[in-house]
């Protein structure tokens, strides 16, 4: 009886939060989202290319964001020069997943094959790991093509093979170079100025000059306002030979003090993501950081990947790097615009960065199609301006949903953040309508930000259900009331 008076609860709460939130939405929507309809302002036949351009669009840098852009401009006809730092295969320890949303965007860009010949490994859903139990959470596929799914790989030759399919278009010219500064002038940016690979100072022209040159962005002060945060380090490792307990699925160790990752990149390699709070790691030169991922962190792992842990911790192959957050605080500027991790970046635990950077190349590419002519640069920044309200869905839903999942999943000595983190947990356990929601926000299929507030509400409701039966008393009151507050934390309500 009381769970169906909870469940009633949870439900009637849920009802009356949309209500308030779309009311809320609907009144500021005008005023914070401005959407002017420009696009019959910009000539797409009445202006010349001018012969001092080397192209359509130059592309600052060629990771995910840059092959992928120059790919779909060239495919459109435009004439796209890429300018990129180095041109070998990088080697990064993040954007191995890409989730079923991600690839949807890849075969929209008609780019599925670069995850082709790559030993690229379908993932299907999650596991999570919390004190001695699990839970597994599938991907709601039921109404997708039987080659939708996730997919996991080295990041690598991901890139490659975005580069070598973008290079195959003749219009699309790749070069090695790195880019010191762009060109101004009046307040329009006409080009860059980049150092090639022989040393030589150059200058390339073009109407529209786009900017994705990652989270080490030096260009983006100019074009942007940015708050960038490091909430925690991850610390990176391979595990080879082992077996992990639920194959095609991502894994995430709810640990103290912060989540731990287990992803296979190949037939062969299993990722482990540490995430270790803070700026710093401990040190490796003096052994602590061995000792804590040995100590700590090993302990808490399923017991299957314990010994293949261990083994690599103690071979020592083991590589650190920061993790970063920023938001899109872009400074609308004619002849220029910022995509990918250059511009907007949030916490990788959840593994949608790709996503959100191959819909905003979506969101890009169809606004641009029936545009011929660029070179009206401050009509087409006007224009542009759309391009923020237009990616909001996606990259909100899946920017909050990191930042969320991030602080939920993390241990606190807090009892009203345990409390949520356990309810989280239990939550999604549930199955049924109660985890598809969550993992069709977390997959990228379904990019509704009312969605994720009622599930997080519905969270918050559980919990104090939770805390509150079968006799409430003063104490466990005063967490639920805290456990409630913490929706304005995680979620901004």
Known sequence: MADHILIAYIFASVIGFILLYAFIVLKNARKVFPVTNTAKTISIDGHCRSEDNDADVIIVGAGVAGAALAHTLGKDGRRVRVIERDLTEPDRIVGELLQPGGYLKLMELGLEDCVEDIDAQKVFGYALFKDGKNTRLSYPLENFHADVAGRSFHNGRFIQRMREKASTLPNVQLEQGTVSSLLEENGIIKGVMYKSKTGEVMKAYAPLTIVCDGCFSNLRGSLCTPQVEVPSCFVGLILENCQLPYENHGHVVLADPSPILFYRISSTEIRCLVDVPGQKVPSVSNGDLS?????????????????AFIATVDKGNMRTMPNRSMPAAPHPTPGALL???????????????????LSDIAVLRNLLMPLRDLNDSYTLCKYLES??????????????????????????????REEMREACFDYLSLGGVFSNGPVSLLSGLNPRPLTLVVHFFAVAVYGVGRL?????????MW??????????????I
């Open 468 to 476: 509150l039966l079968p006799f409430p008393s003063l104490k466990r």
């Open 339 to 357: 995509m990918g991790d250059a511009f907007n970046m949030r916490h990788p635990l959840t593994g949608g960065g790709m996503t959100v950077a």
């Open 291 to 307: 000792k804590y991922l040995k100590t700590v962190v090993a302990p808490q792992i399923p017991p299957e990947l314990q010994d």
């Open 479 to 492: 967490i639920g009331a805290r456990l409630i507050s913490l929706l304005d934390k995680h979620i901004g």
């Open 387 to 416: 391009f923020y309200t237009l990616r909001k869905p996606v990259a909100s839903t899946i920017n909050t949903l990191a930042g969320a999942l991030y602080k939920v999943f993390s241990a606190s000595p807090d009892e009203a």
